[in-house]
């Protein structure tokens, strides 16, 4: 009996131990490493500024320097010996200095370094509010001590975050980087301006091992926004003027418009709904023909999920497609029209979808800071990138001059073919539709998109990456990913009408008509 009392009492302990640390939940944990890590005296904290050296496995020594500046600059540079390793984001694009040189980061690696830019700004505080989702917590241990485990996730990138269970500070990073996976070690914490910071960080990688040593944190020192900025290399060939060169690809977009009149492609879609934790909660896969017409992309979808629409579904989809197409041609006619002012200035306002396209690129320049003029390698091309962002002052007069006002982002040119061959953007700040009371965009809503050259002579798109978090009425909550891939150019001859038809097999295909 008495073993049994044992075996009972030590289940029971077992058993409250694990509900203990089930109910600890992500965000009772969050609130205790802020109230840790500093409570209100966090608040205050606009910069920081960290200096250090550093010690390698293989006893070399260094330096290192951590920057931030709110709401969301982060710079870190490490040299030791011969090695040197930056890496920054500036609000705008994420850049990398190592033993590959000088780039722009795109894709996973930028969005994690994002991700890690604004957990350090903030110290953890309106997640929600930058779109970062946290998932359950796991326990763990760090050194043999108790910890709890948090993954921590942004636009499809994630960094786990590991609490010490007795103070709440944080004692260790795990993220994977394109080397693979990285360690970070958090110790030695001592009050700085109210906050406490870690004096003492080792760093572990496949390759390498560094143990730094923490000599000053500044808080709340000025900081140049120039430290932020990609650096300008020596001896660097001549870079355009940005007006002229964007003047050059908006006067070149009626020749571009043509020779993307010669093709058709494939597009697959895929959007992912994500709940409140940022998981999908449900993914759609549709796929689609896509044929430029009249200086738009008309998509004929063909199946969803992996299955082709029904006979009748597919019917009522061409019948969808062939309406659109009749107004895009008559769209057009009516502009060739006004273009030969057979209908004199009565109709002046049907400019308006004409310019869209012009202004949207050129407003970009007029209404935006440019920065970080430079040369870069894109996907064996040559291109001229430069960084954007919001002009302080500017009044928009309209709401597409209001929405291009807020963003930021950094845009890739082909000099040569004075073409846009990528573009990332993403809002600063909420923009909101009848004073919110409709709809409101977060300000972490993001887009990127991509384009391939095709036939030697013209760049097409091959891919798109939409992130949005809006919010209508006040009350539903909209959070999507949506991925689209470009695929299958075909080159073919047009005219100026298009029908459907169908072949001998009932499948039916758009086909350019002879007038």
């Known amino acids: 009996m008495k073993k049994f009392l044992l075996s009972v009492l030590a289940f029971s302990l077992a058993l409250f131990v694990g509900l203990t640390a089930a ?32 010690k390698s496995g293989d006893a070399l020594t260094g330096t290192f320097t951590q920057q931030t500046t709110l ?73 043999g001590a108790e910890a709890f485990a948090i993954e921590f996730n942004h636009e499809e990138a994630q960094t786990t975050l590991i609490f010490d269970a007795q103070s709440g500070l944080i004692r260790k990073q795990e993220r994977d980087t394109a080397e693979g996976a990285e360690e970070i070690f958090y110790s030695d914490y001592r009050k700085v301006d109210g906050v406490m910071e870690p004096f003492a960080i080792t760093i572990k990688t496949a390759a390498n091992e560094w143990f730094i040593t ?12 120039i430290a932020f900025r990609y650096p300008q290399l020596p001896n660097e060939k001549p870079l355009p003027e940005v007006e002229t060169l964007m003047k050059a690809v ?33 993914q759609v896969v549709r796929i689609s023909e896509v044929t430029p017409v009249g200086g738009r992309y008309v998509e004929r979808l063909v199946s969803v999920n992996g ?6 579904d597919q019917q009522d989809e061409d019948r969808r497609v062939q309406k659109e197409i009749e107004k895009i041609l008559e769209e057009k006619a009516k502009r060739e029209r006004q273009r030969l002012g057979a209908e004199g200035d009565k109709n002046k306002d049907e400019h308006a979808d004409e310019e869209r396209a012009k202004f949207t690129i050129l407003g970009i320049l007029r209404l935006s800071d440019v920065t970080s003029v430079r040369r870069e390698i894109f996907r064996g091309h040559e291109v001229i990138a430069f960084d954007f962002e919001p002009k302080k002052g500017v009044k928009p007069k309209t709401r597409m001059e209001a929405i291009v006002n807020k963003l930021a982002g950094t845009m890739w040119i ?17 923009y909101n539709f009848g004073g919110g009371m409709l709809a409101k965009i977060s300000p972490s809503t993001a887009l990127a998109l991509e384009q391939q050259k095709v036939g ?60």
């Open 307 to 312: 299955k082709a629409l029904a006979a009748k």
């Open 214 to 225: 923490i000599e000053q944190v500044e808080h709340n020192r000025p900081t140049d926004e």
């Open 71 to 143: 709401p969301n600059r982060f710079r870190t540079d490490l040299q030791v010996g011969e090695q040197k390793l930056s890496q920054c984001y500036n609000g705008k694009s994420v850049w990398r200095m190592d033993s590959k040189g000088l780039r722009t980061l795109r894709g996973t690696e930028a969005k994690r370094l994002r991700l890690e830019a604004l957990l350090a700004n903030s110290h953890l505080r309106d997640l929600a509010k930058a779109r970062i989702f946290v998932q359950p917590p796991v326990k763990t241990s760090v050194n």
């Open 456 to 515: 030697n002579e013209v760049w097409m798109p091959s891919y798109t990456e939409v992130n949005i978090s809006l919010r209508v009425f006040l009350l539903a909550k909209f959070n999507r990913n949506v991925v689209s891939q470009y695929s299958d150019y075909k080159k073919y001859s047009i005219d100026s009408q298009y029908e459907m038809e169908k072949p001998k097999d009932g499948k039916p295909s758009e086909k350019p008509v002879k007038n």
């Open 414 to 430: 082909d000099e040569e073919a004075r073409q846009i061959v990528r573009l990332e953007a993403r809002f600063v700040e909420a």
């Open 23 to 54: 109910a600890q939940s992500a965000g009772k944990i969050i609130d205790r490493y802020k109230k840790a890590s500093g409570g209100d005296a966090v608040k205050k904290i606009k910069t920081t500024f960290i200096t250090g050296s550093v």
């Open 250 to 282: 908006v006067a070149n977009q009626e020749k571009i418009e043509a020779l993307r009149e010669k093709y058709t492609f494939k597009q697959i879609e895929t959007e992912n709904k994500l709940d409140g934790n940022g998981r999908v909660k449900e």
